[in-house]
């Protein structure tokens, strides 16, 4: 994938907040007590009992997605690896639109959720997530020959072009936070159908997804370069994890021992991630961690970390 910014990499990986240690793993189940009024936590012991793990997926090519029967993706993949290593043999998936993929595992119809999602403050209070997996960038599915010259975000703002935004997904928040008019999807199939029937002048996705989507359809759409949106003059730096409940918390440290040692292994992360178009480009820079982006000071982010946009 194409993009505009360049990472600097520490060498050492700051691992506070990264090494959970793994407890108590025949304890009883814990209590979902996060505040958000859902189901009975998850013990690693539940899992391995069962055999399988149910994740909740959006359908989002390349992150979490159906071909057949099979599930399959990115995020997938290094959920076997992650919870192979628990002992959970089997990943299985319960699709959902992209605004129910918390309140769903909440109410414990699923055990995590799978779906590349984005570390932001305001869902950091409705659940838990993971160290960061997967870095993100942004841009726009348009039609072929990119009519409207789309860039970055800021070419869309004050154009009276009408963008269209997964609900509840990152580009919604840029949107309202820009002014820029939108019209919300369910998922990247509506996305495409919006801009090729012209109710949308352009589908804003990140840039993997966008790439994968024009990739995917004989449509005459395209994607453009992907790019880091700049939001109120801040570079946006932003990643994905795996979703947890609040009261998961032994799930939560368990798959964060096991996602560790792949997080400081590039080769072993790309081995996982590249079959789905993911490059290091979508690496995590060493040292970034979920409870920085849960805090959401984007501007120290970058500073702290050295990522130029």
């Not at 995020?75 to 998936?93: P, Q, S």
């Not at 269209?164 to 495409?192: M, N, P, R």
């Not at 790019?227 to 009261?247: M, Y």
Request: net charge negative; aromatic share 6%.
């Amino acid at each position: 994938m194409s993009s505009t910014r360049t990472t600097k990499r520490r060498r050492a990986f700051l691992a506070a907040g990264s090494v959970l240690t793994m407890t108590a793993l025949a304890a009883c189940s814990s209590v979902d007590d996060g505040g958000s009024g859902g189901g009975a936590g998850t013990t690693v012991e539940t899992l391995k009992d069962a055999g399988t793990v149910n994740v909740a997926f959006n359908g989002e090519k390349p992150y979490s997605y159906k071909e057949g029967d099979e599930l399959t993706g990115a995020t997938i993949a290094l959920d076997k690896e992650v919870f192979g290593e628990l002992g959970v043999a089997e990943v299985e998936g319960t699709q959902t639109e992209w605004n129910s993929l918390i309140p769903g595992l909440n109410a414990g119809r699923y055990d995590t959720v799978s779906a590349g999602m984005s570390i932001l403050p305001e869902r950091c209070e409705q659940a838990a997530f993971a160290e960061p997996t997967i870095m993100y960038t942004t841009a726009f599915l348009v039609p072929e020959g990119n009519p409207e010259k789309l860039t970055d975000w800021q070419s869309v703002e004050d154009s009276g072009l009408t963008i269209a935004v997964t609900s509840g997904a990152i580009e919604d928040g840029y949107a309202q936070q820009t002014g820029v008019k939108t019209i919300t999807v369910g998922d990247s199939t509506d996305g495409l159908n919006a801009v090729v029937s012209g109710r949308a002048d352009a589908f804003a996705l990140t840039g993997i997804s966008i790439r994968a989507l024009a990739d995917s359809t004989d449509e005459p759409v395209e994607a453009t370069d992907a790019f880091v949106a700049t939001i109120d003059g801040v570079s946006q730096v932003g990643a994905g994890a795996e979703v947890f409940r609040k009261g998961d918390t032994e799930l939560l440290e368990a798959y964060n021992e096991k996602l560790t040692p792949i997080l400081e292994d590039k080769d072993k992360w790309l081995e996982i991630m590249e079959p789905f178009g993911f490059t290091e480009a979508e690496y995590p820079p060493p040292g970034l961690t979920a409870d920085m982006l849960c805090e959401g000071d984007l501007a120290k982010i970058s500073d702290e970390l050295g990522l130029d946009s």
